[in-house]
C-alpha cells in the first residue's frame, strides 16, 4: 500500500469519525432542546394550579357572602312582615320565605356547578400541557436518534471508502 493510499484512508476514517462526533453532540443538543421545551411547557402546569385555586377560594367567599347576604334578607323580611303585624307562622310570609330559600339553594347550586366545570376545563387545560411536554421530549428524543443515526452512517461509509482505497491500491 502505497503512503498516499494510506493517508487517504486515514482522512477518510478522520473524517467519519468527526462526522460521529458532530452527531453525538447534535443528539445531546436535540435532547437537551426537547427537555427544556418540556420545562418550559410544564412552568403552564403551575399557572393553571394558581387559576385553579383562585377559583376555589373565590368560589368559598361568593358562597359564604350569598349566605350571609340571604339571611340578612330573610330576617329583614321577617321583620317586615312582623311590623305590619303578620303573623309569620303559617300563610304568605312562610311561602314566601321557603320559595326565596329555594330560588337561593338553586343559585348556590348553579354556581357551584360552574365552578365544577371551570375546575374540570382546567384540568383538562393541564392534561393537555403535561401531554404537549411529553410530545416535546418525544420529538428531542426522535431529533437525537436521527442524528446518531446519521453519525453512524457517515462512520461506516467511512470505514467503506478507507476499506475500498487500501484494496485498491
Known amino acids: 500500500m502505497e503512503p498516499i493510499s494510506a493517508m487517504i484512508a486515514l482522512l477518510q476514517l478522520g473524517s467519519g469519525a468527526k462526522a460521529k462526533s458532530s452527531a453525538d453532540k447534535a443528539a445531546a443538543a436535540a435532547l437537551k432542546a426537547g427537555e427544556f421545551n418540556a420545562d418550559i411547557?410544564?412552568?403552564d402546569l403551575d399557572l393553571l394550579d394558581i387559576q385553579k385555586q383562585i377559583v376555589n377560594k373565590n368560589y368559598l367567599q361568593s358562597d359564604a357572602e350569598n349566605r350571609y347576604n340571604f339571611r340578612q334578607q330573610q330576617g329583614q323580611?321577617?321583620?317586615n312582615y312582623?311590623?305590619?303585624g303578620v303573623e309569620l307562622s303559617s300563610g304568605t310570609p312562610i311561602q314566601v320565605m321557603r320559595q326565596n330559600a329555594r330560588l337561593?339553594?338553586?343559585d348556590q347550586h348553579k354556581l357551584k356547578f360552574e365552578k365544577t366545570m371551570t375546575d374540570l376545563q382546567i384540568e383538562d387545560r393541564k392534561e393537555s400541557v403535561r401531554l404537549n411536554a411529553e410530545?416535546?421530549?418525544m420529538e428531542g428524543g426522535m431529533a437525537a436518534a436521527s442524528a446518531r443515526s446519521q453519525g453512524q452512517v457517515s462512520l461506516l461509509q467511512s470505514f467503506g471508502?478507507?476499506?475500498e482505497t487500501a484494496f485498491n491500491l
Open 82 to 84: 312582623a311590623y305590619g
Open 161 to 163: 471508502a478507507a476499506a
Open 41 to 43: 411547557i410544564e412552568r
Open 104 to 106: 337561593f339553594e338553586y
Open 77 to 79: 323580611a321577617r321583620a
Open 135 to 137: 410530545l416535546s421530549r
